[in-house]
């Protein structure tokens, strides 16, 4: 099992410009998420998803759009990159939509944006 | 909307010395997770608990809960070079279908 795969995992964007961050799962979890980690900050939650066809705004979505039209897939798109989304995404699922099984992260992706 | 703290931010400790971080929460959780995080990597899964006063083992760590259900605490005896890392503890909060992490705690242990 590969667990949750993360693609890529590092870009630099120049402000204004879009992207999709991949991330696909293979362990039929129901629940996926995306955090971004900034120094100090911890993990904060952007969007996730319950299930195919159901997403949900986190703690700062702003900038982000997401859609979960398969169980595998939950890609994050950033609409126009900002300097202050420079961060590591991470992509977690879990096996239910209830914060009550363990997370499983993905290796992230680095973004820089310039 | 729900807060989970976590004390110390940084730890620096000599190897073979003990390490404590703790969580507090602004509300009662239904449960609280644990992970690791290594230097470059990602957050991965240690322990769940859920019970009032549960206290678990795994090897050299052990975790608590607190009483009242809004605090908790990850305790490494003897720490090791391998300890290496960032701890973060988690809470459910938005009906239970979002997890909130903690600032975390940034273990470094000297050889």
């Known amino acids: 099992n590969a667990g949750v795969t993360q693609t890529p995992k590092f870009q630099v964007l120049k402000t204004g410009q879009s992207m999709t961050l991949q991330c696909a799962q293979d362990?039929?979890?129901?629940?996926m998420s995306w955090y971004r980690q900034d120094p100090g900050m911890g993990l904060r939650l952007i969007h996730y998803?319950?299930?195919?066809?159901?997403?949900d705004q986190g703690e700062v979505p702003n900038g982000y759009n997401v859609s979960r039209s398969t169980t595998e897939d939950f890609p994050l798109r950033l609409l126009s990159a900002a300097p202050s989304q420079t961060s590591v995404y991470f992509c977690?699922?879990?096996?239910?939509?209830?914060?009550?099984?363990?997370?499983?992260f993905g290796s992230g992706t680095r973004l820089t944006v310039v | 909307g729900q807060q989970v703290m976590q004390i110390p931010q940084y730890q620096h400790v000599q190897e073979g010395e003990d390490f404590t971080t703790y969580c507090n929460s602004s509300?009662?959780?239904?449960?609280i997770q644990w992970y690791k995080q290594r230097p470059g990597g990602h957050p991965v899964f240690l322990i769940q608990l859920v019970k009032s006063g549960e206290v678990k083992k795994q090897k050299r760590l052990t975790f608590q809960f607190g009483e009242a259900k809004k605090n908790s605490s990850l305790h490494i005896t003897a720490t090791q070079t391998t300890d290496v890392g960032t701890y973060f503890c988690a809470g459910p909060s938005g009906s239970a279908r979002q997890l909130t992490f903690g600032s975390g705690t940034q273990l470094t242990v000297l050889p």
């Open positions: 362990m039929n979890h129901e629940y």
């Open positions: 977690a699922s879990s096996r239910s939509g209830q914060a009550r099984d363990g997370y499983t």
């Open positions: 998803s319950v299930g195919a066809g159901i997403t």
């Open positions: 509300t009662t959780l239904s449960n």
